[in-house]
């Protein structure tokens, strides 16, 4: 049957590759079925539409079940809508995503490419216009209730009975407070001490969404990282006070076999604190980026991180085994050719695994 499936897809790119877009023009994106069951999640970030996309076959060798746009999802950098959906535009045409769409549903959150400005913060004018455009790109319903709030944050509840997962994606620009450059030390902001990252109506959200919710496991999407904190780009750690209260409030909220997923950093590595509290490990998954990478440093320093730090064009996968009493996870970090460059357990089974 894999075989089967694999090869239909190579004679889906050939066909792409030869120029019958026609074909690829009649493919039916995969929409969003709440109750399917999820066994395997597909994510990743920093999609730089200029570049070729050639990580998508990849990824659809692993017949996600779903594919998370973590942000960054295009560069757009503009001001100029007509000229952001354009961007958009080439990523929606490209042959592999299109492909992709046909065989996973899509979800995603922004980070500040996407939003309209590199590290982009609150006062960013075009927040609505941009906010429409992402959403168009990812077919959001017309009813959906991300339409009726400010910012792109959203939930999803996706699986039946015992096995549901809930799918959290922060917006962690439309509402962030302002950072100022720091000049002097080697860092490149200075700690916003006072400073907000999702704002008060997300917060309110965040909560409720933590509370007494039936999932068995829990994704949070937030395009910055949450556990990183001693690189000098953009994380919640610019944000202490945010930070603190994001970390207590999984504590507070004793949400169930949490996860983080995180873009941006054009790496790719695993983050790992255990916290008061909560009888689990906290992982915060960084899976950035797909067409590009960031290689100035062979080495970044994060007490935090289990495993390697892996500069190659990457997306993640994770794997989720239902049949044990708390959800078992494999994850994955895979590259160009599907290559697999990281792999690692997380068991929920075991206290602070
Ligand atoms: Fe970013």
Redesign the pocket.
Known sequence: MKALFNLLLGVLFSISAFGQPKTLDNLEAKTLDETASIETIAFGS?NNQEKKQSMWKYICRNRPDLWVWL??NIYGDTENMALMASKYEKVKNAPGYKILKSISPVIGIW???DYGVNDGDKNYPRKIESKNLMLEFLDVPLDADVRKREGDYQSFLLGEGENKVKIILLDTRYFRDTLTADTISNQRYIPNRTGDVLGDVQWEWLEKELTNSDARLHLIGS??QVISEEHFF?KWANFPLARTRFLDLLVKTKVKNAVILS??RHIAEISRMDLQGLDYSLYDITASGLTHTYKGKSEESNRWRSGKLLQEKNFGIIKINWSEEEPILTIEVRGEDNDLFMEQQINFNSTKN
């Open positions: 920093c942000g960054d980070d500040d490419h395009s910055i953009e873009g941006d």
